[in-house]
C-alpha cells in the first residue's frame, strides 16, 4: 500500500511559480511511475505531468511543457511538481498519483492523494 500527500498549493499571480510536493509512504513507491493530475471546477480530471520509476523518463500535456518540470527523489520518496509562468487555466485541485505502469490516463493510476488547491489571479 502507498499513502500520498500532496503540499504546496496556494494563490500566485499570473506568470508566477509554485513548487508542488508529495511525499509518499510504503517502500515500493521507488518502483512506481508517478504523476500529478489535475481538476478544475465542472471540469474532467486532466492528466499533467508524470515520470517513470528511476526518473530518466518524463512527459507532459501540451499546455504544460516548457513550463511545469516533474522529477522524483527516491531517497525521499518525493515528487515534485516546479511549475512556472502559471497562467489563469492552470488553477485546478492537483492530486499527486503513482501507479505500477501508469500512463497519460488518469485512469491508469492506482493510488492517489487528496489534493493540493492552486489558484492563479490574472
Known amino acids: 500500500q502507498v499513502q500520498l500527500v500532496e503540499s504546496g498549493g496556494g494563490l500566485v499571480q499570473a506568470g508566477g511559480s509554485l513548487r508542488l510536493s508529495c511525499a509518499a509512504s510504503?517502500?515500493?513507491?521507488?518502483?512506481?511511475?508517478a504523476a500529478w493530475i489535475r481538476q478544475a471546477p465542472g471540469k474532467e480530471r486532466e492528466f499533467v505531468a508524470g515520470?517513470?520509476?528511476?526518473?530518466?523518463?518524463?512527459y507532459y500535456v501540451d499546455s504544460v511543457k516548457g513550463r511545469f518540470t516533474i522529477s522524483r527523489d527516491n531517497a525521499k520518496n518525493t515528487v515534485y511538481l516546479q511549475m512556472n509562468s502559471l497562467k489563469p487555466e492552470d488553477a485546478a485541485v492537483y492530486y499527486c498519483?503513482?501507479?505500477?505502469?501508469?500512463?497519460?490516463?488518469?485512469?491508469?493510476?492506482?493510488?492517489w492523494g487528496r489534493g493540493t488547491q492552486v489558484t492563479v489571479s490574472s
Open positions: 498519483a503513482a501507479a505500477p505502469r501508469g500512463g497519460i490516463s488518469s485512469l491508469s493510476y492506482d493510488y
Open positions: 510504503g517502500r515500493t513507491f521507488n518502483t512506481l511511475t
Open positions: 515520470i517513470s520509476w528511476s526518473g530518466v523518463s518524463t
